[in-house]
């Protein structure tokens, strides 16, 4: 339970300049900020060791203007990416909110290589739906993995205070709401007392809650989760408990591509050169171009909620470039045929269907015009022998919604005002995709922890 208590005279068993609540992207960018400035950190990770949704994820953050995007000489600049958010959003989210973590990111991740030694370069072989330049920034084993072991490495090198196995249940406050510290609890039922005069929530969403996802997401309630089950809503839960501005619940990341059974991510590069999605009937069913985000949804309307990628030998051999792919190559989810007669057999695909799907998409690609969906097919990029295949359902990644923020990602009450000491950054503020899984934009996730966390960490 995520507890508020009221307790004038709390005297703790460690006290701290700051406490970070969640050691993920976000909390480990604003440790690194705030002890670059010198302040005593403490980092209390509820899990035996540092990994959150950041090591689960595919590890990319979108920003524009940086020092890796200029050595690898590409174009971008603050407005054409916050254009690009917006457009993904619909205009649903505050531009100021997006025009603040478009503007930071840059700073943050150019901090980090200059300042923490994590290098950086840009993937610049495709774009991910809806950026309109290449933007997608990876250390260099590509991977979130990778980049929290990274970040973890220089907190420790920065000698950040970093505790495991510590989950902070309450948060302390004084009756005229100062912040005075947290109680956290060991899982062997030991009870802890931080004190601190002030708080970052980098305790990402409520993912992990499905009585949460129940209440705010109710169309993915019986979805698979395929985030980190430590993100349980605590922020929310303490943000109401403090009469905070809650914006956007009903935001979230989906994924349209997980491999079925097997629960592996696959890579929506493919789909963006070339690869289709059919049902069990062999049709397609949505424009794949959209983004993945949304085929989420799309995918789990389908009969038996799942669908089959479509690729081939030339899109196969780029998956292999993703360290997920080859994940799910190993788990034996991909499927191979020389011709489209055999692939429909494996599948258990009616052939005809199947081959109609094909043959439309190269009509389509023949008149250069959007398709019914509103795709346009490349004539280069259209699919042909031997054939690759893999049956996906759609997955809940991370929800997008959460806590008000001000520009010093200080958290914000109903009526407008600030809460003194107490910060909110990545998946524990509010995101920039709006209210609907059409609004996120691919890196959405990690910009707000990278962003937020280094702005939070600046701020206490
Ligand atoms: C499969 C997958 C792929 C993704 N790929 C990308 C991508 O390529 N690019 C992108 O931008 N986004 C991606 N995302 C989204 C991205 O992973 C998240 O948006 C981002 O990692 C959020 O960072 P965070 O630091 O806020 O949260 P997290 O990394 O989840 O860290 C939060 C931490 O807080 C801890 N915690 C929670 N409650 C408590 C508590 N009470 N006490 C102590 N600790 C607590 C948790 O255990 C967790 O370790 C992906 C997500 C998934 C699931």
Redesign the pocket.
């Known amino acids: 339970m995520a507890g508020i208590i009221i307790n004038n005279s709390f005297t703790a068993d460690i006290d701290v300049d700051c406490l970070i ?7 480990l960018t604003a440790a690194l900020a705030a002890k670059d400035r010198g302040l005593d950190v403490l980092v ?4 035996d060791r ?5 090591a ?6 979108p920003a524009a203007q940086t020092k890796a995007q200029s050595r690898q000489n590409l174009d971008d600049d603050y407005d054409v990416f916050s254009a690009d958010i917006m457009a993904k959003n619909k205009n649903k989210a505050d531009p100021d909110h997006v025009r603040r973590c478009v503007n930071t990111v840059s700073k943050a991740i150019d901090w980090l290589e200059d300042t923490h030694d994590i290098p950086f370069h840009v993937l610049d072989g495709f774009l991910y739906p809806g950026h309109n330049r290449y933007r997608m920034h990876a250390v260099p084993e590509v991977t ?1 993995a990778a980049l929290i072991n990274r970040l973890e490495d220089a907190a420790i090198k920065r000698d950040v205070l970093i505790s495991c196995n ?3 249940t309450d948060l302390v406050l004084t009756e005229d709401g100062q912040i005075k510290g947290a109680k956290a609890i060991r899982p062997d039922g030991t009870v802890e007392t931080i004190g601190a005069s002030a708080i970052i929530l ?3 969403g409520y993912g992990g809650s499905p009585d949460l996802v129940a209440k705010h997401i109710p169309e993915m309630k019986d979805a698979l989760y ?3 089950t ?3 809503g ?1 922020a929310i839960l303490w943000g109401e408990g403090l009469g905070a501005e809650l914006q956007h619940l009903s935001g979230y ?1 989906g994924h349209g591509s997980v491999a079925h059974p097997h629960g592996v ?1 696959v890579t929506w590069a493919l789909m963006m050169e070339g690869g289709i999605q059919v049902n069990l009937e062999g049709e397609r069913f949505s424009n794949e171009h959209e983004g993945y985000s949304e085929q989420a949804v799309n995918v789990l309307r389908q009969p038996e909620q799942t669908a089959f990628n479509i690729f081939d030998d030339r899109l196969l051999n780029m998956g292999r470039d993703f360290e997920d792919f080859r994940n799910a190559e190993s788990a034996k989810a991909i499927i191979t045929a020389d011709s489209l007669e055999d692939l429909s057999l494996k599948l258990g695909l009616p052939h005809e269907n199947l081959a109609k799907t094909l043959e439309s998409c190269a009509d389509q690609a023949a008149t250069g015009q959007p398709d019914a969906f509103g795709r346009v097919f490349d004539p280069d990029k259209l699919l042909k022998p031997p054939y690759t295949a893999v049956k996906v359902t759609g997955a809940l ?2 929800t997008q919604g959460g806590l008000a923020i001000d520009d010093d990602a200080r958290v914000l009450k109903k009526d407008g005002t600030a809460i003194e000491g107490l910060y909110a950054c ?3 503020a509010c995101g920039v995709s709006g209210p609907d899984v059409s609004g996120y934009l691919s ?5 707000t ?1 990278l962003s937020l966390g280094f702005i939070a960490g600046h701020a206490v």
């Open positions: 609540i969640g050691g993920g992207a976000a909390g209390a990770e509820r899990e540092l990994s959150g949704s950041t689960l994820s595919s590890g990319l953050i979130g510590l989950k902070v980098a305790c990402n395929f985030g980190h430590g993100n349980q605590e990341q991510l990644f991370h990545g998946g524990a890196g959405n996730g990690l910009l922890a």
